[in-house]
Nanobody, 130 residues
Framework: QVQLVESGGGSVQAGGSLRLSCAASGLTANRCWGWFRRTPGHGREGIALIDGDDKTQYAASVAGRFTFSRDDARNDLHVTLYLQMTDLIPEDTATYYC?????????????????????WGQGTQVTVSP
């Protein structure tokens, strides 16, 4: 059974940091993994991707502040994703989701929002106050 579970969300002041985690089970590591966020009144935004070779892509809105990493050392259909978020700003307030999709989904982050990643976590809320 495939399961993605996010954790690590919370409330911080602007300038603070948070690290989100996503525990994925039932999937091999060699695929496209993504972090997305959604805010009320706005659509889903793809903010970061990582592929099977650990190549990352970031949206301009988070580049230089967020770092996406992956830990699959166990190599037994358990993967942990991390999104280290620093220098947080109020505009980062959103529900954050991790997702998994086919390898080719990592070709272009700009298209990620239109692709059906297939596997999603339940989301974790991040709130950044001024």
């Amino acid at each position: 059974q495939v399961q993605l579970v996010e954790s690590g969300g919370g409330s911080v002041q602007a300038g603070g940091s948070l690290r989100l985690s996503c525990a994925a089970s039932g999937l091999t590591a060699n695929r496209c993994w993504g972090w997305f966020r959604r805010t009320p009144g706005h659509g889903r935004e793809g903010i970061a991707l990582i592929d099977g070779d650990d190549k990352t892509q970031y949206a301009a809105s988070v580049a230089g502040r967020f770092t996406f990493s992956r830990d699959d050392a166990r190599n037994d259909l358990h993967v942990t994703l991390y999104l280290q978020m620093t220098d947080l700003i109020p505009e980062d307030t959103a529900t954050y989701y991790c997702a998994a999709g086919p390898t080719w989904f990592c070709q272009n982050l700009n298209r990620a929002e239109d692709l059906n990643f297939g596997y999603w976590g339940q989301g974790t809320q991040v709130t950044v106050s001024p």
